[in-house]
């Protein structure tokens, strides 16, 4: 089974700053990688897939890179809204098998 | 529009079973993958399975392996999902989804949620 670790677990940043969030995973998992975005209250929501493919209309803010093991999300300028638990989610091939990473709590100061 | 519309909240007992369903429209069902994903209080999200409403075939994460059961009516959009053997660690709210593309599996719409209550 494939482990996603995220880092850092919270991320404390003002409004225009820049976020890095990082996701490992155990194993490759190719560059079948998605990134979401919850807030409390909300269904969750998707950025990106693909590892870097932004999902119908996000913001170009959020961009996605990497392949294999190591994958980032990047906010090039936070806003309020941005507030939220950022998860990163892997696949497999068919059979599909999918697990969540344990979530990057992002505050905006 | 996209739209997935899940049944209403649940109160179970201990070593029952629940069956939530997700009703789709706006689009073609048959088209697209459907997740179920949940969250306990606190917790964080926990992908369940997943279900192709062209067949019928599903796949489940090891966890939930012979507890959970995932099947879809096409004649009425929709897909269920049945938790067998309930604890109390299955209170959680239940997310229904359905694949972004038809050509990526990934989860890009999302139900409202279902909450489920285990409770003796």
């Known amino acids: 089974e494939i482990v996603l670790t995220q880092s850092p677990a919270t991320l404390s940043l003002s409004p225009g700053q820049r976020a890095t969030l990082s996701c490992r995973a155990s194993q490759s998992v190719s560059s079948f990688l998605a990134w979401y975005q919850h807030k409390p209250g909300q269904a969750p929501r998707l950025l990106i897939y693909?590892?870097?493919n932004r999902a119908t209309g996000i913001p170009a803010r959020f961009s996605g890179s990497g392949s294999g093991t190591d994958f980032t999300l990047t906010i090039s300028s936070l806003e309020p809204e941005d507030s939220a638990v950022y998860y990163c989610q892997q696949r497999s091939n068919w059979p599909y098998i999918f697990t969540f990473g344990p979530g990057t709590k992002v505050d905006i100061k | 529009q996209v739209q997935l519309v899940q049944s209403g909240a649940e109160v179970k007992k201990p070593g029952t079973a629940v069956e939530l369903s997700c009703t789709a429209s706006g689009f073609r069902f048959t088209s697209y993958y459907y997740h179920w994903v949940r969250q306990a209080p606190g917790q964080g999200l926990e992908w369940m399975g997943i279900i192709n409403p062209s067949g019928g075939a599903t796949t489940y994460a090891q966890t939930f392996q012979g507890r959970v059961t995932m099947t879809r009516d096409t004649s009425t959009s929709t897909v269920y999902m049945q938790l067998s053997s309930l604890t109390f660690d299955d209170t959680a709210l239940y997310y229904c989804a359905r694949a972004a593309l038809e050509w990526d599996p990934t989860a890009g719409y999302w139900g409202q949620g279902t909450l489920v209550t285990v409770s003796s």
């Open positions: 693909g590892a870097s």
